[in-house]
């Protein structure tokens, strides 16, 4: 897939068949994050794989997206290493480049993604859940899967809209 076309076309994808996703595809989509830039080079970022079912509904519990994520076979959950941080917009600019990386490594792969930040309201729940440090900041859960449908759309805003100024 061309590049230009990918980012063009990925939308988020919200319901998947009931099939699992291959290993080997979650880690190629957490080797697309990391292959985001990030100041001073320093890959603040940090995974958690979640395909156990039990784990993913407890994680569904904690956001009213819930049903996604028990629906999607697999999810990765995302988080910021405190101790890599040196200057926080720039962390999180840096975050925020690896998880569209991921979003379009699993639309590159004919999976389909989303990414989820309704659940950061219980973000102490979730790193109690998955047994980590408060050293790591949760931004954001990726839910993958087989796309059950191609048909989602989505809009944006025209350029004129955007563009404040041309000099
Ligand atoms: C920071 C952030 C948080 C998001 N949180 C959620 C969420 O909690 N639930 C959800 O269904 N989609 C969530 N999304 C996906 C957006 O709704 C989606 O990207 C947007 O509507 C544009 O649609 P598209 O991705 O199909 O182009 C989030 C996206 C971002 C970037």
Known sequence: MELLEGIYSRR?????KNQPVEREQLLEIIKAGTLAPSGLNNQ???FVIIQDQGLRNQLAALTKFGRIIERAPAAIAVFLDKKAVYHDIKDYQAMGACLQNM??????MGLGAVWLG??????????????????????????IGHPASHNQTSNRKELQEVILKEY
Do not use: T
């Open 12 to 16: 988020s994808v919200r319901q998947y």
């Open 103 to 108: 979003l379009l490594a699993a639309y590159a």
């Open 118 to 143: 309704e659940i950061l309201k219980n973000s102490d729940q979730v790193r109690a859940l998955l047994e980590l440090p408060d050293d790591l900041k949760f931004m954001a859960v990726i839910a």
């Open 44 to 46: 603040p970022w940090r």
